[in-house]
């Protein structure tokens, strides 16, 4: 009600002070725009624009030589390879633990949810250093987990440490905040009385899961990959202080041909073909977004 | 067994929960106890180091405890250096990213201007893209400006990686405010900028606090940008941090670092645990 009479009397003090409002609102919000233009749009354009034209003797000319240079060659195609399969099973994984877990988050009405949806969150306060820090010292080799193991006289863990199933963990642990809440919110379209219903008609818990609250949660499943996916595929400081020196993945492969090699091209051509493979994933992404705002409005 | 492996163990019994009943939650009970393990034992190690004087393998504890490596990591002076160097950091692109974006995220919520949508959804889009590889590319454009390690390329960089935060959730918060209350206020006679200034500017704050203070401790624990632009010359903490990692010089430095690093977002934690556990905060990701 209130909403309408506002905007209203805007309507109402006539086109000037509408163009007034539009100039303000405009100017209010440039300087943002104008970083995210000079420092992201920009930029993506830029790295298309520097890989694919080389300045010869006469002016640009249209090149892919840095990009056969990758795709022929095996310790980058390893990498690339590395680095997809390290997405996939971190996705994988978090679906099969924050599933679960945003399910039990949604529907559980007990004083213990509380303290689950506080422990499920811990992982967003805690900065990725420390936590690559805490798994050496924790799962590492002669760590906290071989500790225990050597004390009821069991074998030592094969430890994850420097091999990919590192990052494999480090990225799981990060990203399980995010993933369950994001999951949760989805969840919260699937009301209480469709589930007390099918429940009422007998239906058994995975039916439940299967016909009534996977139908209607898949735009959210679909979301929640395309974002893990994202960020996973570029995570740099987990994969390099917990993954294997080689393969390694794209973010520490990018990081050291700019500044270890000093092959800024290169690199600019390595982050451009990790922006074609997530291509997919974030004009779904934007799709739903633009949807969802859409549908709120 | 890996802790990932435990969890899964511990969840493979059917979760869908029964109906409201007075019985003890079995199954919140091991999730509790499934998670307790795998995010708290970390930490928990982490601790015991920073305080271990002497620790050898196959002890399950110290043998010696003591507050030599604090003293220690406390007197190196490029903890100072970094400590100081991080704070100034945050401080900075926290204060520039308040200055530009919240007024922005009032016109968003409240003001109605050409291209409103389309530029707030290019916000929320700058999420689409590969965050490392976007890293990559402002860097070789850094090269050439001369901003690779300097103080105010790492501010640019980090500004960037605020924006989405700083604009998202203090749009929220505008749009949350009670219209009746500011329609009351300015029939009572008070002018545009009273109004936002008593009215509207109060309600929105705790919210906008909230994304403030997470803007500030993201900046503070943002590695990948001060990595990439600041090498050699910036050292951050966390920049730091990895390079105690990488060279292990004694384990005990790290783990100090890492129970003083943990103090910040102990503050976070109990400042917008309630932001961030609400269902707005998803939203904005696009769920």
């Known amino acids: ?297 | 067994m890996t802790t990932a492996d435990l969890t899964l163990a511990a969840r493979q019994e059917p979760t869908v929960p029964t109906r409201k009943t007075k019985r003890i939650d079995w199954l919140g009970l091991a999730i509790t106890l499934a998670l307790g393990i795998v995010v708290v034992v970390p930490l928990v190690v982490v601790a015991i180091w920073a305080f271990a004087e002497v620790w050898r393998y196959p002890s399950i504890l110290p043998q010696e405890f003591g507050l030599r490596f604090w003293e220690a990591t406390l007197s190196r002076p490029d903890v100072w250096q970094a400590m100081s160097l991080s704070i100034r950091l945050s401080l900075t692109v926290t204060l520039l990213s308040a200055v530009i974006c919240l007024p922005a995220a009032y016109a968003f919520a409240r003001l109605d201007f050409p291209g409103r949508n389309l530029l707030f959804l290019s916000f929320l889009a700058s999420h689409a893209f590969p965050k490392f590889g976007l890293l990559v590319a402002i860097a070789s454009i850094f090269l050439n400006l001369g901003l690779v390690s300097t103080f105010w390329g790492v501010v640019l960089i980090q500004l960037v990686g605020t924006l989405m935060m700083m604009i998202w959730i203090p749009v929220a918060a505008f749009q949350n405010v009670d219209r009746a209350m500011e329609e009351a206020a300015r029939d009572a006679g008070a002018g545009p900028l009273r109004v936002f200034w008593s009215v509207s500017l109060p309600q929105a704050a705790p919210t906008i606090g909230a994304a403030v203070l997470l803007s500030f401790v993201g900046t503070f624990y943002e590695t990948e940008g001060a990595w990439l632009i600041g090498a050699p010359e910036i050292r951050t903490m966390p920049v730091l941090m990895i390079t105690f990692i990488n060279n292990q010089i004694v384990v005990q430095y790290g783990a100090v670092l890492s129970v003083l690093l943990w103090v910040p977002s102990f503050f976070a934690l109990m400042f917008s645990r309630r932001l961030v556990g609400s269902s707005s905060f998803a939203k904005g990701f696009g769920v």
């Open chain 1, 1 to 297: 009600m209130t909403h309408t009479s506002s905007s209203g009397t805007v309507r109402k003090g006539g086109t000037a002070k509408r163009n007034g409002r539009g100039l303000t609102g405009l100017l209010l919000v440039s300087a943002p725009v104008a970083l995210l233009g000079w420092l992201i749009i920009y930029p993506i354009f830029n790295a298309v624009a520097r890989t694919l034209f080389t300045a010869g003797d006469e002016g640009l000319h249209f090149s892919l030589d840095t990009y056969q240079r990758f795709f022929t060659d095996g310790y980058a195609l390893n990498n690339l390879w590395l680095t997809l399969w390290v997405t996939a099973v971190c996705a994988a994984c978090l679906m099969a633990i924050c599933l679960p877990l945003a399910l039990y988050l949604r529907f559980a009405k007990s004083r213990v949810a509380a303290v689950v949806q506080g422990l499920a969150l811990f992982p967003m306060f805690v900065p990725s250093v420390i936590l690559a820090y805490a798994l050496i010292r924790t799962i590492g080799p002669n760590g906290g987990v071989d500790l225990v193991l050597n004390a009821v006289g069991l074998p030592k863990i094969n430890s994850p440490y420097l091999t990919p199933w590192g990052p494999v963990i480090g990225l799981v642990w990060d990203n399980i905040p995010l993933t369950t809440l994001m999951l949760v919110a989805g969840l919260g379209g699937v009301s209480d009385n469709a589930v007390e219903a099918a429940r009422d008609a007998g239906a058994r818990r995975f039916a439940l899961l299967r016909y009534i609250i996977l139908p209607q949660i898949g735009n959210a499943m679909l979301v929640v990959l395309s974002f893990t996916v994202l960020g996973i595929f570029s995570a740099f400081t987990l994969p390099y202080v917990l993954g294997p020196a080689s393969p390694e993945m794209m973010g520490p492969f990018m990081q050291r041909t700019f500044s270890q090699l000093s092959d800024s091209r290169m690199a600019v051509t390595q982050a451009v073909i990790t922006f074609a493979i997530c291509a997919c994933f974030g004009a779904f992404y934007v799709r739903s977004i633009a949807k969802n705002r859409e549908a709120r409005r």
